[in-house]
């Protein structure tokens, strides 16, 4: 397994502004997956973040609403931007050698007003 | 479509009680399955895992079983501890091209005393 830190652990923000989430792993991982659970509702996937490329968005995110950073094997950011409530959710950054086995961070929880 | 329905959707119980969740999914092609915990405010913490041939793993009071015919999981809470309150979450990994995690949308356990 691997040790995961998110930064911050929760954070409210006024609509329109951008939060950046950190994730760090204190091993070198090969992926680095973001996650959002939105209140009551399952993990939905939203991108794979890839070292030394652009992140793989799922359907329904793009990078001009959520960019990532993946600068190297450790660690790796998301950028929730020009925020609206909807985007109120927890933030999750996970780690794995592969799809199939992911280890999840703490999560950040964000709240939009 | 690939998806992952859990029930029941919440339960709760008194402490020193057993329970079970129920998991049923339409994923395929299949390649193994998770539970994973998760405490209010934290990451998901991965319980078991099961592939196609295995139909039952223990750790610890929690035990869970796969029948790959029926497409169905359960996992078998023993001897509830006011600690197993959490959201209990199934998960199945699409092998093949997909090689995606579905997440199905869990099970809110609450252990009184």
């Known amino acids: 397994s691997a040790v995961i830190s998110q930064k911050p652990s929760r954070d409210i923000c006024q609509r329109g502004t951008s939060l950046t989430i950190q994730c760090q792993v204190d091993?070198?991982?090969?992926?680095m997956f973001w996650y959002r659970q939105q209140p009551g509702q399952s993990l939905t996937l939203i991108a794979t973040?890839?070292?030394?490329?652009?992140?793989?968005?799922e359907s329904g995110f793009v990078i001009d609403k959520f960019p990532i950073s993946r600068p190297n094997l450790t660690f790796s950011t998301l950028t929730v931007s020009n925020m609206s409530p909807e985007d109120s959710s927890i933030y999750l950054c996970?780690?794995?050698?592969?799809?199939?086995?992911?280890?999840f961070g703490p999560g950040t929880r964000l709240t939009v007003t | 479509k690939n998806q992952v329905e859990q029930s029941p959707q919440s339960l709760i119980i008194l402490e020193g009680k057993n329970c079970t969740l129920q998991?049923?999914?339409?994923?395929?092609?299949?390649?193994?399955l998770r539970w994973y915990k998760q405490d209010t405010g934290r990451g998901p913490v991965s319980l078991t895992i099961?592939?196609?041939?295995?139909n039952t793993k223990s750790n610890g009071r929690y035990t869970a079983t796969l029948d790959a015919d029926t497409k169905q999981s359960s996992l078998h809470i023993t001897a509830s501890q006011l600690s197993d309150s959490a959201s209990y979450i199934c998960?199945?990994?699409?092998?093949?091209?997909?090689?995606?995690?579905?997440f199905g949308t869990g099970t809110l356990l609450a252990v009184q005393p």
């Open positions: 998991c049923n999914y339409t994923v395929s092609p299949f390649s193994n």
């Open positions: 091993s070198q991982v090969t992926m």
């Open positions: 099961m592939t196609f041939s295995e």
């Open positions: 998960v199945v990994s699409a092998g093949g091209a997909t090689n995606k995690l579905i």
């Open positions: 973040a890839n070292q030394g490329s652009e992140a793989t968005y």
């Open positions: 996970s780690v794995g050698r592969d799809y199939y086995e992911q280890y």
